[in-house]
């Protein structure tokens, strides 16, 4: 592939840190190297001294000598080199991906980080921009910056539908657009094809490898945002793009955050090489590396887990969330049911849920929610388009006890009634 038209000029312009690339001979360096070469601080001097995690399991993680001397000391910018080993294996065993030899891994703050600055490395202003609509709305607030031209692709609950992408695709474009460096055709289709934020919508394998070819067809980088891969309450979870990347056109994001913490903020992007080296280049200079405490500890977390154990794991999250939807679909049957519609979520945690009566619910939860002890997110937060009304809206399923979610439905149909009154007498 040719990744010129993917690479903006302001990331092509990026070159390595020459102090990052000294860094990375701390590593290479024989015991017997003398290392005068960068600012970086005297460990002797930091007042910690080593750090014991204790899991839930009983077990504890004791970080000591050179383990709490990688957690507090300068890194890498692709990552701590152990745990990047680790992702290496897991990505390799997990989607088997077809152009594995020009395949970097990079270890980001939460895969919001990689994701920002992926496209901060694509973005013109004015780009035009292909979303599965509704769309996760961090990611709309990277874009909307860049004023995009959204291309918003229908879904339906299976997810983007290919039939509608080479629609709005073949509508103003040819594939051969794609050659000249002048052509304002799309460079990058951006999907959650797991568990979607936030309609909780997968899509199964036959589409995706429809959605691959379209891309091929229309030489697309695919940004698959997955975070939600291993909350997928299907059996067997789908493979990925990153599995389906015969050409070296996926951008893969994954997160920690829903199954190991959220507040460790590490995410890895997964990718060809010539599209990670600039994001690269830009941690360089923008944050270094992410936090070598939480690569470390999460590092000698899957050393005890081991592979297995990890997945073992996960498991036991997917079936948390599992259950948790079950619990919220039951309190949407039983309080919503002629008030709203709604589809079971495949996957992630969060309800889609269409109000009926109501053609916008931002000023029903913005106004007066609060009054009735509940709050979810209004749909036009997840629109390209938020000047339009939208009768949707967001519930989270992932925090709130069996009674707490009963109750704030209870509430929440009470709104609705009280919405549909105060619309008719308008
Ligand atoms: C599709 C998709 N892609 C990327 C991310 C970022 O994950 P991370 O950087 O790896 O932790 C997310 C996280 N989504 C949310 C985060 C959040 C954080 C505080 C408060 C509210 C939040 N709400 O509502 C969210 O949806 C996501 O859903």
Redesign the pocket.
């Known amino acids: 592939m040719n990744y010129t038209r993917f690479i903006n000029g302001l990331s092509a312009a990026r070159k390595p840190s020459p102090i990052r690339e000294m860094t990375k001979l701390l590593t290479q360096g024989s015991p017997d190297l003398v290392f005068l070469a960068s600012g970086v601080p005297n460990p002797s001097m930091f007042p910690f001294q080593g750090a014991s995690i204790n899991l839930r399991d009983g077990s504890t993680i004791q970080l000591e000598g050179k383990t709490i001397n990688d957690a507090l000391q300068y890194g890498p910018t692709q990552g701590y080199g152990p745990l990047l080993a680790q992702l290496k294996e897991m990505q390799q065993e997990l989607h088997s991906p077809p152009c594995w030899t020009n395949t970097e891994v990079l270890i980001t703050n939460?895969?919001?980080?990689g994701?920002c600055k992926a496209f901060e490395m694509m973005m013109n202003l004015n780009d035009y921009i292909i979303v599965q609509e509704p769309v996760?709305?961090?990611?709309l607030a990277i874009l909307n910056p860049y004023k995009p031209q959204y291309v918003p692709v229908q879904c339906d609950a299976n997810g983007l539908i290919p039939e509608e992408l080479r629609r709005s695709l073949e509508s103003k474009w040819k594939s051969e657009d794609t050659q000249s460096s002048k052509s304002d055709v799309p460079k990058v289709l951006y999907v959650?094809p797991a568990g979607a934020?936030p309609t909780g919508v997968s899509i199964p394998l036959s589409r995706r490898q429809e959605i691959y070819q379209i891309a091929k067809d229309f030489d697309l980088i695919i940004f698959e945002?997955d975070?939600y891969y291993f909350l997928q309450f299907d059996k067997e979870r789908t493979p990925s793009f990153l599995s389906l990347d015969t050409d070296g056109r996926v951008i893969r994001?994954d997160?920690l955050?829903k199954v190991l913490s959220?507040g460790i903020?590490l995410?890895y992007v997964t990718g060809p090489r010539e599209l990670v080296e600039p994001i690269t280049y830009h941690m360089q200079v923008s944050v270094l590396h992410a936090s070598s405490l939480s690569q470390v500890l999460v590092s000698e977390l899957l050393k005890q887990w081991g592979q297995e154990g990890f997945l073992v794991h996960v498991d036991r999250v997917q079936k948390f969330y599992s259950q948790q939807r079950g619990i919220m679909l039951k309190a949407a049957e039983t309080h919503l049911t002629g008030l709203a519609e709604w589809n079971v979520p495949q996957g992630g945690m969060f309800l889609w849920i269409k109000c009926l009566g109501v053609s916008d619910t931002r000023p029903m939860i913005m106004d007066r929610a609060l009054k009735k002890d509940v709050i979810l997110?209004p749909g036009r937060e997840f629109m390209t388009d938020p000047s339009q009304p939208c009768p949707y809206m967001r519930a989270?399923f992932s925090l709130a006890s069996p009674e707490n979610i009963d109750r704030g439905f209870r509430n929440l149909a009470q709104l609705i009634r009280e919405e549909i009154e105060l619309t008719k007498k308008i």
């Open positions: 939460g895969s919001q980080d994701l996760y709305a961090g990611t959650n934020n945002d975070p994001f997160s955050s959220s903020r995410g997110l989270s």
